[in-house]
């Protein structure tokens, strides 16, 4: 009872968050100047009339709560509304261009997580080496250097000068650009909690039996630092589904991140929730599941 009761108010303190995401969105979105008919009237000749018509036909000459009412009711359903540029379902279209998205993301992490600890480890094993040195710097290189301006520097090395890779499509650059950003997230402060925990009475006994330090770090050590790595999951996550997002555009991928550019760009509310949503989504569960994994593997977060 005293592990489910913390969890399920997390739980709810996620909801609610998640919650407040969604009406803050749908606010925000239409403060910004012009909205879909707007950018169809730019794209076409439609007169006042046109205008209003087609603006009253979409639900759009509503107040905004009128709006948030209709669609808030649908969405606890599962009904995210159509596309108001492309006349399809938001859902979707999300359900298409998820599985890109996905795709990407789970080639970044395992790619970030295997750089991070294999580094974090093997700067701990040998310690008067560069490997600290290469430590300090991948997470330089995660903090300093946006994503995006990586990105364009592949492009322009990578595709224009040396003609390597294709501009469009390709998934190499991202995943390697995506997976040393999450690499520099992880091996800092893993290879911190890594040097702490080797001071400990249990570890200085292995020591004394003659164990290995390969063996040491890899029985001793990693399995106690697991709760860093659990709870760095939710920063992990959030910073690449914005790099995410920004090499799909990059690069070409249809994935959410080029539906969320093309939504915005054609001001369709609807996607644009759904996919803010999704993402918002992930990320309060991701936590979440962060938060009860933690309280499983450390006794101290129970108490």
């Not at 968050?17 to 794209?43: K, Q, S, W, Y």
């Not at 596309?83 to 996905?102: C, G, H, K, N, V």
């Not at 093309?262 to 999704?278: E, F, H, K, N, T």
Request: net charge neutral.
């Amino acid at each position: 009872m005293s592990t489910l009761l913390p969890a399920a108010l997390g739980l709810l303190r996620q909801a609610l968050l998640l919650a407040g995401i969604a009406v803050t969105v749908f606010l925000l979105i239409r403060i910004v100047p012009g909205d879909v008919v707007d950018a169809m009237a730019l794209e076409g000749n439609l007169d006042d009339e046109a205008i209003a018509a087609l603006r009253a036909d979409l639900g759009l000459d509503a107040g905004a709560l009128v709006q948030l009412r209709i669609w808030a009711g649908r969405a606890l359903v599962g009904d995210f509304g159509d596309s108001l540029r492309f006349d399809r379902p938001a859902a979707e279209l999300i359900l298409a261009a998820a599985p890109t998205t996905i795709g990407l993301a789970a080639l970044a992490l395992a790619f970030g997580l295997a750089l991070g600890i294999a580094l974090a480890t093997a700067a701990v094993l040998w310690p008067r080496s560069i490997l600290p040195g290469l430590v300090e710097a991948l997470n330089l290189w995660s903090i300093a250097l946006p994503t995006f301006c990586v990105g364009l520097a592949a492009i322009l090395v990578f595709s224009v000068w040396l003609g390597w890779l294709p501009v469009m499509g390709q998934w190499l650059s991202p995943v390697i650009i995506l997976g040393i950003d999450i690499g520099g997230q992880i091996a800092k402060p893993l290879h911190e909690d890594l040097k702490e925990t080797a001071t400990a009475a249990h570890i200085r006994t292995a020591r004394a039996k003659g164990l290995s330090p390969a063996r040491i770090v890899l029985r001793h050590l990693l399995p106690n630092a697991l709760t860093t790595v659990v709870a760095l999951s939710g920063l992990i996550l959030a910073g690449m589904i914005g790099g995410a997002l920004t090499m799909e555009v990059l690069f070409g991928l249809p994935g959410l991140g080029t539906l969320a550019y093309q939504a915005i760009s054609g001001r369709d509310y609807p996607v644009i929730q759904a996919v803010v949503l999704v993402f918002a989504a992930g990320v309060v569960v991701v936590n979440w599941l962060a938060d009860v994994a933690q309280r499983a593997l450390d006794p101290r977060q129970r108490a």
